[in-house]
């Protein structure tokens, strides 16, 4: 892999990210589709993440190419005491957390090795 030359002290104007319809004009343009049909199938597949990452999925998602995508569902917690690590001696009071979903987006290796 080759290094990128650092950034030059006056050089801070970094690339923007592509807006939406940037986005969607690109791939029109390379697929040789329109605009709208670019967005449908934007839109089928956040419906198929949404399937596959939800709670009766199986929490993988592959997308071919470039990433998976992970969702693990972290338990919630009760409220409890426990020993403060700063007073010892003194117990203090953990708040209850609500269950929470995470998600883990990790690079296929061809992927990593192109960048």
Known sequence: MAK??????????????????????????????????????????????RKHLGKKGPGVILIPG????????????KATTKPNPFKPGEMMTVKAKPATTRFKIVPLKAYKESL
Do not use: N
Not at 4 to 23: F, H, V
Not at 38 to 43: I, K, N, Q
Not at 66 to 77: D, E, R, V
């Open 66 to 77: 470039m990433a998976k995508i992970k969702a693990t569902i972290k338990p919630a917690t």
């Open 4 to 49: 990128k030359a650092a950034p030059k002290a006056g050089d801070s104007a970094k690339p923007k990210a592509a807006t939406k319809s940037e986005l969607y004009s690109t791939l029109a343009e390379k697929t040789g589709l329109t605009k709208k049909e670019v967005a449908s199938v934007f839109d089928a597949f956040v419906d198929l993440t």
